[in-house]
Nanobody, 115 residues
Framework: QVQLVESGGGLVQPGGSLRLACAAS????????LGWYRQAPGKQRELVAR???????AYVDSEKDRFTISRDIAKNTVYLQMNNLKPEDTAVYYC?????????WGQGTQVTVSS
């Protein structure tokens, strides 16, 4: 089964930027879509951004001006560029893939926005 491994999280000051990466162990073109979710302490996991096999992107309304999802097909990797980060962006960020076999999740990467 294809596995997803996230990286790029860390501690950043408010207003800073981070780029998260989600590397798949197989071709990302086999997935209907790949997405980034986040889960803050005490809150439900929520969708942040998604990209389809055809390259169509979608964002949660509150983040579409600060976050950008992209992919590198040759590297089987999906990215989430996050700019102007705010303390409320603090969460564990998870990569998600939808395939004919079902839903696959990565292990998550912690993003902490704090001064």
């Amino acid at each position: 089964q294809v596995q997803l491994v996230e990286s790029g999280g860390g501690l950043v000051q408010p207003g800073g930027s981070l780029r998260l990466a989600c590397a798949a162990s197989g071709s990302i073109l086999t997935f209907y879509s790949l997405g980034w979710y986040r889960q803050a302490p005490g809150k439900q996991r929520e969708l942040v951004a998604r990209i389809t096999t055809g390259g169509t992107t979608a964002y949660v309304d509150s983040e579409k001006d600060r976050f950008t999802i992209s992919r590198d097909i040759a590297k089987n990797t999906v990215y989430l560029q996050m700019n102007n980060l705010k303390p409320e962006d603090t969460a564990v960020y998870y990569c998600n893939a939808n395939s004919i076999s079902g839903v696959i999740w990565g292990q998550g990467t912690q993003v902490t926005v704090s001064s």
